[in-house]
């Protein structure tokens, strides 16, 4: 079985950085997709950030140019460095990763933003 744990989640204000991690562990035997998707309270959860297998990778129009998304192979670990961090990005995040043998998602982290 695969899982993910997410980590770096916290309080910060308006302007600040955070940097999101998500390790994952168990069989893995190929990733298609690694993504980031956020849920604030009382809205739908929505895509961050993907990159696929080949290193493509694409934003939301909300994050772009402030938010990166990377991936260190070896560790099977995906990142979400966060930039110019804004109360609307507030909210539960949370990593998921399609391989050839299934879809998984992490628990989640919250990152709350303050003004």
């Known amino acids: 079985q695969v899982q993910l744990v997410e980590s770096g989640g916290g309080l910060v204000q308006a302007g600040g950085s955070l940097r999101l991690s998500c390790a994952a562990s168990?069989?893995?035997?190929?990733?298609?997709?690694m993504g980031w998707y956020r849920q604030a309270p009382g809205k739908q959860r929505e895509s961050v950030a993907h990159?696929?297998?080949?290193?493509?990778?694409n934003y939301a129009d909300s994050v772009k140019g402030r938010f990166t998304i990377s991936r260190e192979n070896a560790k099977n670990t995906m990142y979400l460095q966060m930039n110019s961090l804004k109360p609307e990005d507030t909210g539960a995040y949370y990593c998921?990763?399609?391989?050839?043998?299934?879809?998984?998602w992490g628990q989640g982290t919250q990152v709350t933003v303050s003004s």
């Open positions: 990159i696929l297998s080949g290193g493509t990778t």
């Open positions: 168990g069989y893995i035997f190929s990733i298609n997709f």
């Open positions: 998921r990763i399609v391989t050839s043998r299934g879809d998984y």
